[in-house]
Structures are given as structure tokens and as C-alpha cells.
């Protein structure tokens, strides 16, 4: 049973045939995702920012029998996400899965704001999400199918990380536009929405300035304190669970209806810690890594 005042979130049991869209698509838990919805049968659109990825991973899915297209798409442009909304209708029509995934990690700490990296982090990580919303939600819900929107947050989405502040700002942003969404949509639609808050994930998300937009690439070296939270970080993503792990929850969630995809169980108790921590009115509670 739902807790009280919860509404059921619709359930998508039916895959074969049906069609995905998935951002970020070309590595990491995206491509894992794709990997899995196309083994259930789904049609795939693949949009990801990296061209060259993108066109092996569509070459991959082709060579074993899926109907896929790879649309390179930017997310942080509202027109690139209209083009991919009207690029997945020509070519296959509705939409049953919608991934709301790209995303990218910086930005750096809230005390010394770099304004233009939270510019592009928020760019991605919260208006990329917005974005794909705008474009394919409506139509979603007017088709009257079973279908699911999974948004991918981060447990940065439900815990605070010092020096994380851009990226902590979009992912806490993600994880209430989807539980808005669901409230909106949930008794009265089809479409289940679902939000996935990952610890660590043995994916390229640590090397994220591989796709730094050119006005911000820059000569300059690295502080010695952002050499060590860079080490840090890839440290903690190298040593994560592996995507394919994470592509089994989502697929178990679209399934069975379940809103919060928490991978990390071990965060749980965290989670919680910081709930009594607001209500008894307690300064933030540092989190290790
Ligand atoms: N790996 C982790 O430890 C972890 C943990 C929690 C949440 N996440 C989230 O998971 C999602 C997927 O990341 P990942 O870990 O697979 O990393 P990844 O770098 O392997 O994959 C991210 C993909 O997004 C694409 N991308 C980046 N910017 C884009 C843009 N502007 N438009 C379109 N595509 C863009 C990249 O090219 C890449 O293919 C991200 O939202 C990330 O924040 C990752």
C-alpha cells in the first residue's frame, strides 16, 4: 500500500515494440539503460551530445537487430530537445519511455561561485530534464498508452556535498520537478514518472569537461584543491557499481510503479538523518563520501 496521501504511480508492464528515448545516451548508466530497454524489445532514440559515441552506440544496437536512431542532440538547447521530440515522431511515433538522463558534473563550491560553470551545470543536469519534459510530456499523456518518465537525479539530489554546490542545486531541482510531476499526473494519466538517485556508478561522469561548452575551456591549471577533489571523485566513480546494475532498477521501476530508485541502500540511513535534521532544526549533517 501507497503511504498515506500517496497517489499509485501507473505502471508500464509492456515493452516489446515500444519506442525510448533516452539522453545521454551514447555512455555510462544511458547506454546500460538503452542496453536493457532493447533486450526487452523497445525501440531506441539515442540522443547525446558526443557524436562519436553516439553513432558506435547506434552502429552497436543496428548490428543486433534493434530499430534505433541517434539524434545529437545538446540538451541545454531548447531546440536541439524540440528537434529530438520531432525526429523521434517521424520515426517511430509515440513514445513509451522517456530517460531524462544527460547530465554532467562541476560547477564547483557555492562559498567562490563560478557563475558560468553553474550556468552550464544547471543548463544540463536541471533545464536539460525541463527541456525533455516540454517537448515530449504532453503528447506522452494525450496517447493514452502506458508510458514512464524516469528523470536521473543523484543521492546529490537528497544529501548535501560540500564543494558540489551547481551540481547538489540541480539534482535536489530534479528530484522535486519529478515529484511535482508525478503528483500532477498520477491519478488522472498513464504516465508513471519515476526519479533515480544513484551514490557511485563506474561511468565517465567524472571526466565530464570532456564536453565543456568552448567558452569554457580553459589553459589555466587546477588549484591543489581541485587536483585533490578531482582525484577524489574519479577515485569514487571508478570504484562504483556497474551501470548495468543500475539499468535492472530502472527497468524494475517502470515496471512495478516505483517512484524513488535508490541503488545505494546504504545511503537510506543518511537520507534519514537529514530528515530529522530539518525538523529538529539542526545545521547540515556532513555526508562521507
Ligand atoms: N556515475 C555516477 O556516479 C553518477 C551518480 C549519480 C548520478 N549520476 C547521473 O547519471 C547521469 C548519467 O551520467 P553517467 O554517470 O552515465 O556519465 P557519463 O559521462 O558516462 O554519461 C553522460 C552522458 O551524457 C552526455 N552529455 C553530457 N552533456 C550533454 C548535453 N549537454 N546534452 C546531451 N548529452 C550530454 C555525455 O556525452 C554522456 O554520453 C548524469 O545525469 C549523472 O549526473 C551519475
Known sequence: ?????ACQNPRMEWFD??????TGGASGIGLAVATRLAAEGMNLVLADIEEGPLGEAVAGFESGGT??????????VRDDVLALAAATNERFGNVHVLFNNAGVGGGG?????????????????LFGVLYGIKAFAGDMIA????????????MAGLLPFPGMGAYNVSKYSVVAMSEVLSLETSATTDLGVS???PGFVATKIADSGRNLPEHLVTNEEPTAEQEMMQNVISELVAQGIPPAEIAEHVVDAIRTGRFYILPHPEFGERVETRAAAIVSGSAPIVTEL
Open 1 to 5: 500500500m501507497p503511504p498515506t496521501g
Open 17 to 22: 515494440g515500444r519506442t525510448a528515448v533516452i
Open 67 to 76: 530499430a534505433v536512431i541517434g539524434v545529437r542532440t545538446d540538451v541545454s
Open 109 to 125: 563550491p557555492v562559498a567562490d561561485p563560478d557563475i558560468e560553470m553553474w550556468e552550464w551545470v544547471i543548463g544540463v543536469d
Open 143 to 154: 496517447h493514452g498508452e502506458p508510458c514512464h518518465i524516469v528523470n536521473t537525479a543523484s
Open 195 to 197: 526519479v533515480l538517485c
